[in-house]
């Protein structure tokens, strides 16, 4: 390309897109020697998102701020993860300070490039040098105006000589053998637009850094705040600085960017209900994204095994036997009137129980094809085979949705539990342990289908007005049950369906009747679930250990999903019968 003085808006599209090209090839290698602030393995994959959803969304116009709006917005929307959400900041930035400018000379856009570095600073509580932020400001740290091909000749000369002393900024950088993550995809970045301003062409010609294999000591590594928690705000009825605030004690790496009409906030939290919460108060959630650090972590690590088991989140198992046997979770979505959340992450039993009394209207969904395809995709990095244990297909399009990712996918595989809750739950733990024994997939699939067979649930309800709103059961059965005060057993058919298995006048007589049904064969293993009724739960699991000689394989509570279809106060037990009954 001929010598530039001056920049107008296609130069810069066209640039921009080379650049999120660059940094998309290089994902995998971003993704490995990912270890600040936490090393689950997703900075490439957050930022190669965000330059995605640019390359789909943002528009050419040969006017500068024309294009640079089209950008940023686009980056907001895409924008992931931590470094992900620096990048969209500092772009919108750009996008702020050349509003109304229809081209800039070097020395105009510098000034902008000068403003979006001190907003990415400013959306962070706790800025840390050594990361992306640190190449930022030094890479444009000159004043080479000469054109603009020299401009940013200069500027990726001192990125990439400033992504060289990472390690030396950030201590875990140096014990890891690997610089910055997110400021080598920035990197990437800026060699891509240089590339195009010099030449005109848009060959990948990035080379790493830093080799795969440094990779070292992220074993040693504990993440404190297990969930990196994000949400993009509509009306914000507060400013950013009152929202960092607002939310400076739930946790860390807190970054909040973009303005009141269009928001987006990252933290890393144990509490993403109460953010969401906190959230509900002061904005609308247009979107929100929660990723379990720890289980990403535990992804990463396992060397040794060959399959991940993956459910949803209307399989109910303890946290901690989730944490044992390395069980990835998708989480359904919960409608409560106007908002969204993610079952189990997002919105737990415990604050649904607070909105439930004034809700006008809650349903719940299956989950999204990009969240499928974020965890799907990444556990793929990781593992040979997937194995997906879904609620039963008759309850939910969760079934369904995995399917479509598998159909493109060969290695994932689907497997209808045609149960929920706890019996869901008692599939997924058997299918896991048989997975960290490294059991060949086929024989994990024979056994599962075998004990689908021989596993029930039968659920004490308190009433059945909940069922009937979300059509699991009948208008008619509903209005009978009520008329007479009937306290039904639920259960499930052989195909998923929902069905009475008992009748009972009182809830004492309702326990005694899943007492009966539980006597019909001798039992392998049982576990006991309730929804806000843990006293109910433990009397149950007593008389249950009593009547058998067997303790529960666990005890937990429901998620809100399926509190909101049986009621709070219900209690369920799933059991795996030795032989079918």
Same mark, same amino acid.
């Given at each position: 390309?001929?010598?530039?003085?001056?920049?107008?808006?296609?130069?810069?599209?066209?640039?921009?897109?080379?650049?999120?090209?660059?940094?998309?090839?290089?994902?995998?290698? %971003?993704?490995?020697?990912?270890?600040?602030?936490?090393?689950?393995?997703?900075?490439?994959?957050?930022?190669?998102? %965000?330059?995605?959803?640019?390359?789909?969304?943002?528009?050419?116009?040969?006017?500068?701020?024309?294009?640079?709006?089209?950008?940023?917005?686009?980056?907001?929307?895409?924008?992931?993860?931590?470094?992900?959400?620096?990048?969209?900041?500092?772009?919108?930035?750009?996008?702020?300070?050349?509003?109304?400018?229809?081209?800039?000379?070097?020395?105009?856009?510098?000034?902008?490039?000068?403003?979006? #570095?001190?907003?990415?600073?400013?959306?962070?509580?706790?800025?840390?040098?050594?990361?992306?932020?640190?190449?930022?400001?030094?890479?444009?740290?000159?004043?080479?105006?000469?054109?603009?091909?020299?401009?940013?000749?200069?500027?990726?000369?001192? &990125?990439?000589?400033?992504?060289?002393?990472?390690?030396?900024?950030?201590?875990?950088?140096?014990?890891?053998?690997?610089?910055?993550?997110?400021?080598?995809?920035?990197?990437?970045?800026?060699?891509?637009?240089?590339?195009?301003?010099?030449?005109?062409?848009?060959?990948?010609?990035?080379?790493?850094?830093?080799?795969?294999? &440094?990779? &070292?000591?992220?074993?040693?590594?504990?993440?404190?705040?297990?969930?990196?928690?994000?949400?993009?705000?509509?009306?914000?009825?507060?400013?950013?600085?009152?929202?960092?605030?607002?939310?400076?004690?739930?946790?860390?790496?807190?970054?909040?960017?973009?303005?009141?009409?269009?928001?987006?906030?990252?933290?890393?939290?144990?509490?993403?209900?109460?953010?969401?919460?906190?959230?509900?108060?002061?904005?609308?959630?247009?979107?929100?994204?929660?990723?379990?650090?720890?289980?990403?972590?535990?992804?990463? =690590?396992?060397?040794?095994?060959?399959?991940?088991?993956?459910?949803?989140?209307?399989?109910?198992?303890?946290?901690?036997?989730?944490? +044992?046997?390395?069980?990835?979770?998708?989480?359904?979505?919960?409608?409560?009137?106007?908002?969204?959340?993610?079952?189990?992450?997002?919105?737990?039993?415990?604050?649904?129980?607070?909105?439930?009394?004034?809700?006008?209207?809650?349903?719940?969904?299956?989950?999204?094809?990009?969240?499928?395809?974020?965890?799907?995709?990444?556990?793929?990095?990781?593992?040979?085979?997937?194995?997906?244990?879904?609620?039963?297909?008759?309850?939910?399009?969760?079934?369904?949705?995995?399917?479509?990712?598998?159909? +493109?996918?060969?290695?994932?595989?689907?497997?209808?539990?045609?149960?929920?809750?706890?019996?869901?739950?008692?599939?997924?733990?058997?299918?896991?342990?048989?997975?960290?024994?490294?059991?060949? %997939?086929?024989?994990?699939?024979?056994?599962?289908?075998?004990?689908?067979?021989?596993?029930?649930?039968?659920?004490?309800?308190?009433?059945?007005?909940?069922?009937?709103?979300?059509?699991?059961?009948?208008?008619?059965?509903?209005?009978?049950?009520?008329?007479?005060?009937? +306290?039904?057993?639920?259960?499930?058919?052989?195909?998923?369906?929902?069905?009475?298995?008992?009748?009972?006048?009182?809830?004492?007589?309702?326990?005694?009747?899943?007492?009966?049904?539980?006597?019909?064969?001798? #039992?392998?293993?049982?576990?006991?679930?309730?929804?806000?009724?843990?006293?109910?739960?433990?009397? %149950?699991?007593?008389?249950? =250990?009593?009547?058998?000689?067997?303790?529960?394989?666990?005890?937990? =509570?429901?998620?809100?999903?399926?509190?909101?279809?049986?009621?709070?106060?219900?209690?369920?037990?799933?059991?795996?019968?030795?032989?079918?009954?």
């Amino acid at each position: 390309m001929s010598d530039l003085l001056v920049l107008k808006g296609n130069d810069v599209y066209n640039a921009f897109m080379t650049g999120a090209k660059n940094l998309i090839h290089i994902k995998t290698h %971003l993704n490995k020697i990912n270890v600040f602030p936490v090393p689950d393995g997703d900075t490439g994959s957050n930022m190669a998102y %965000l330059m995605q959803t640019i390359l789909d969304q943002a528009k050419p116009n040969d006017d500068l701020s024309v294009t640079m709006d089209s950008i940023a917005y686009a980056a907001m929307n895409g924008s992931r993860g931590n470094s992900g959400i620096i990048f969209s900041e500092y772009l919108n930035g750009l996008a702020e300070k050349l509003k109304g400018k229809a081209s800039a000379k070097i020395e105009e856009f510098h000034e902008a490039v000068i403003h979006a #570095i001190q907003k990415a600073y400013h959306a962070i509580m706790n800025p840390v040098e050594g990361t992306i932020l640190t190449v930022l400001r030094k890479a444009f740290n000159h004043h080479d105006f000469k054109d603009v091909k020299s401009y940013f000749e200069t500027s990726l000369t001192l &990125a990439k000589s400033s992504l060289l002393e990472t390690p030396n900024e950030l201590p875990i950088l140096k014990e890891s053998g690997v610089v910055d993550a997110g400021a080598e995809g920035f990197t990437a970045f800026l060699e891509g637009v240089t590339q195009y301003l010099q030449t005109g062409k848009t060959e990948f010609t990035y080379q790493e850094i830093t080799q795969d294999e &440094a990779f &070292a000591v992220v074993h040693e590594m504990v993440i404190e705040e297990r969930f990196c928690t994000e949400a993009q705000l509509k009306d914000v009825k507060i400013s950013n600085e009152s929202m960092i605030s607002l939310l400076s004690k739930d946790g860390s790496s807190l970054i909040v960017s973009g303005d009141q009409n269009n928001m987006r906030i990252h933290i890393h939290t144990n509490q993403p209900d109460v953010f969401f919460l906190k959230l509900r108060n002061v904005a609308t959630v247009t979107n929100q994204k929660v990723d379990d650090m720890l289980r990403q972590k535990q992804a990463i =690590e396992d060397i040794t095994h060959k399959i991940a088991v993956v459910t949803d989140s209307i399989a109910d198992i303890p946290l901690s036997l989730k944490d +044992k046997y390395h069980i990835h979770m998708i989480p359904v979505y919960l409608m409560v009137d106007d908002y969204s959340y993610l079952d189990q992450i997002s919105v737990t039993t415990r604050t649904f129980y607070h909105m439930i009394s004034q809700a006008k209207h809650f349903s719940s969904s299956q989950p999204d094809k990009i969240t499928i395809e974020r965890m799907m995709d990444f556990l793929l990095e990781h593992y040979e085979q997937i194995l997906f244990v879904s609620v039963a297909s008759k309850l939910s399009g969760t079934y369904n949705a995995i399917n479509q990712y598998a159909e +493109k996918h060969p290695q994932v595989t689907v497997f209808d539990s045609k149960l929920n809750s706890g019996a869901e739950g008692q599939l997924v733990l058997n299918a896991a342990m048989m997975a960290q024994e490294d059991m060949p %997939l086929e024989e994990i699939i024979s056994t599962l289908e075998d004990q689908r067979k021989r596993t029930k649930i039968y659920v004490s309800v308190n009433t059945l007005k909940y069922m009937v709103k979300q059509g699991r059961v009948s208008k008619v059965t509903g209005l009978a049950a009520k008329i007479m005060n009937l +306290k039904p057993v639920i259960s499930l058919d052989k195909d998923g369906g929902g069905t009475i298995e008992a009748k009972a006048l009182s809830l004492r007589s309702n326990e005694k009747k899943i007492l009966e049904l539980l006597s019909k064969g001798e #039992i392998e293993s049982y576990a006991v679930v309730h929804a806000m009724a843990e006293d109910r739960c433990l009397k %149950l699991a007593d008389r249950i =250990e009593k009547m058998t000689g067997k303790k529960p394989e666990y005890m937990t =509570e429901i998620g809100p999903v399926l509190s909101m279809n049986a009621g709070l106060g219900a209690v369920a037990v799933s059991v795996l019968f030795k032989e079918e009954v």
